[in-house]
């Protein structure tokens, strides 16, 4: 694919979306999981953040920002996963986590399936969601908007929102700071009534109807509906030539 | 005479015969990475049942569960990195067979860990608040701190009860036949914590070395088991496959599929699967690991 001559794809305009979604934090750790966000998060570093701070996502601090696929060579610290957990404490980091569920409340399930006690499907476990969410920046990441993904009530709330950490009291609230949710379709916050779901932008063509059937409850659109940005020629080379030259980005977001 | 330390060398099955139906056992590593997995098959293996098993989950626990070696399952997550979703372990919850689940966060987990190193009933952690961890673990009670926060207010904190192990079981690149471990990958993972937190722990190791190896070229940082922590050394080389145990080896990634296919597969196929590498002993395994791979 030559470099900014052809119109971006889907996966483009998610990556760009992450890295506006790193844009503000400074120097922060950011913990992408995935890889449109860690291309986003690599994008954000060497655009609009210079600062932040990313691992190779096994135990050390890297300093360059590789292709996909590749772990990078200029090491400026270690990183093991005891330390992980005083970084997550610390607070100073922003993890952009997966959501095999999300509901409307910013609730997040990556634990199970159904019932906990006889699951349908038993996906990973809790991992460190309920910390991540009541100790520091988190957004989320949905590669398929679908009804299945975001959903009315979560099965397990693994990830808190804001209702149950305000329920929680001000242990849980303190640090409580939902950012942003990226999707294949679309770009949420969370300053909805009540710190709820609302959509800031679709991406360019995808339609008001089409979200509509793609969320499993109700969405209030804005009309007019605003759009994604666009990416920029030279984030459109950075991504194209020198962070994902073999097209990773087109595996997890198919171009449609 | 030479006066030494103990020497606390032993075999694989003198560690099983260690360990009591009933039991908790901390398993160390993360995931798929250094696993002490000769240990895991030996229990396999043994009579051994009713146990709570607390680990970063992997293949360690998604086979006692199988098994049904499992009473308790302890845990944050299970995974196999390449393999998402541990099979065995999914099979098990799935058809409901670990009849207790206690799934923590894992800031709660380590939390649990620290709490029984420090030998402190509880810590605080606000890990947990406003999560269904706490309605599925009723038996988890909040705290309300005594001291106010900047706003004046007084937070109610996760009083994480402390995890005590009676046994840790973990692997290590290198140790000593007195308790002393080193290891030489990229991380310590949490082992020396599970060595603390427990009654007894017992390390196996790629190589047993003479003390003064270990810190022979070896960053002393890298010295993280030290034999106060250490009741049993056992020489098991290639005892963590298929898990990582880097820089002695990778991941066995081409076995692990296998594994995860079988394990995913019909009765039949995780029956074929079991015949040809676990029947046997830890040197039968090793050999049918060897002759599979040959044939490759």
Redesign the interface.
């Known amino acids: 694919m030559s470099a900014e001559h052809t119109d971006p794809t889907r996966a483009e305009v998610c990556a760009v979306a992450v890295a506006d979604a790193f844009a503000e934090d400074g120097e922060t750790l950011a913990s992408p999981i995935g890889l449109i966000p860690m291309l986003g998060a690599r994008l954000a570093r060497r655009t609009v953040n210079p600062d932040l701070v990313l691992s190779d996502g096994?135990?050390?601090f890297v300093a360059d920002d590789p292709p996909l696929g590749e772990s990078g060579q200029e090491v400026e610290g270690w990183f093991?996963?005891?330390r992980v957990?005083d970084m997550?404490?610390f607070g100073r980091r922003h993890v952009m986590m997966g959501a095999p569920q999300l509901d409307r409340h910013g609730n997040q399930n990556l634990?199970?399936i159904g019932d906990?006690?006889?699951?349908?499907?038993?996906?990973?476990?809790?991992?460190?969601?309920?910390?991540n969410?009541?100790?520091h920046r988190t957004s989320y990441w949905i590669p398929r908007h679908s009804p299945r993904a975001l959903v009315e009530r979560v099965d397990?709330?693994?990830?808190?929102?804001a209702a149950?950490?305000r329920?929680?009291?001000?242990?849980?609230t303190?640090?409580h700071d939902l950012h942003r949710v990226v999707t294949d379709l679309a770009v949420l916050d969370f300053t909805g009534p009540d710190g709820t779901l609302r959509v800031r932008s679709v991406h360019p063509g995808v339609e008001a109807e089409e979200l509509r059937a793609a969320t499993g409850f109700a969405l209030e659109l804005p009309d007019p509906l605003p759009r994604t940005r666009l990416p920029r020629p030279e984030e459109l080379r950075l991504i194209r030539e020198v962070l994902d030259p073999r097209g990773l980005r087109e595996r997890e977001v198919p171009t449609r | 005479m030479d006066p030494r330390p103990r020497d606390k060398r032993m075999e694989i099955d003198d560690v099983v015969a260690e360990l009591r139906d009933g039991m908790t056992i901390g398993i160390g590593g993360w995931g798929p990475r250094r696993k002490p997995m000769a240990l895991v098959r030996a229990i396999l293996r043994s009579d051994l049942r009713d146990l709570t098993v607390v680990s970063w989950g992997g293949a360690d626990l998604g086979l006692l569960a199988r098994a049904g070696k499992v009473r308790r399952a302890v845990y944050a997550f299970v995974s196999l990195d390449s393999v998402p979703l541990e099979p065995s372990f999914q099979r098990a919850r799935q058809s409901g067979t670990i009849p207790e689940v206690v799934e923590l966060d894992e800031q709660m987990f380590l939390t649990g860990l620290r709490a029984a190193a420090q030998r402190l009933p509880f810590l605080p952690t606000r890990a947990g608040l406003g999560s269904d961890v706490l309605v599925h673990n009723p038996e988890i009670r909040t705290i309300r701190s005594p001291y106010p926060g900047p706003d004046g207010a007084y937070d109610d904190l996760v009083a994480m009860p402390a995890l005590r192990l009676d046994v840790a079981l973990v692997h290590l690149n290198r140790a000593d036949a007195h308790g002393n471990a080193t290891y030489l990958g990229p991380d310590p993972y949490f082992d020396d914590l599970f060595c603390l937190a427990a009654d007894r722990a017992y390390v196996s190791t790629e190589r047993v070395v003479p003390t003064a190896e270990l810190s022979d070229g070896v960053p002393v940082q890298r010295m993280l088991l030290n034999r106060l922590m250490v009741s049993g050394v056992v020489e098991t080389p290639n005892g963590a496959h298929f898990t990582a145990c880097t820089p002695d080896y990778p991941r066995d990634e081409a076995f692990q599929q296998l594994y995860a296919r079988a394990a995913r597969g019909s009765d039949e196929d995780w029956a074929a699967f079991r015949d040809r590498f676990l029947a046997g002993d830890e040197a039968a395994y090793q050999d049918a690991v060897r002759t599979w791979t040959e044939q490759r």
């Open positions: 096994v135990s050390l093991p996963h005891p957990f997550l404490t634990s199970a906990f006690d006889r699951p349908d499907r038993q996906l990973l476990g809790t991992r460190a969601a309920p910390a969410t009541v100790n397990v709330v693994c990830g808190v929102g149950a950490a329920a929680a009291g001000s242990g849980a303190r640090f």
